[in-house]
């Protein structure tokens, strides 16, 4: 995927409550038109995604959130049954978000 630019991780379903799927845009800027956005591209990423989580886990057991390149988080829904899905305004704060991938960069950085 040398088309989109993201940084991402995961966290697997626990005693019955959702996994966690984060996702930032890391995109170059306007001087690389050949990238694409994460909103342009959410299923050629969701298929990136799924081929690196366990194999017994599918992508609608996951909240699954993504920052944009104007810093503000939208919510992926992936329907379980057809695989579609949509994109909502996340119930979580936008703050909330921030700091859950804050904290979760910085436990990768240490």
Known sequence: MDDVAFNWF???PVD???GLI????????PDHPEIRFITEAIQDVLRHIEARIAKDLQLFQFRIY???V???WIEIV???VRRNYRLRSPRVSQGHLSELWDSRNEATIQ
């Open 22 to 29: 984060m996702l930032v845009e890391d995109h170059p800027g």
């Open 10 to 12: 995961w966290q697997p």
């Open 78 to 80: 992936v329907a379980p």
């Open 70 to 72: 104007y810093d503000r």
């Open 16 to 18: 019955g409550h959702p």
């Open 66 to 68: 993504a920052r944009d």
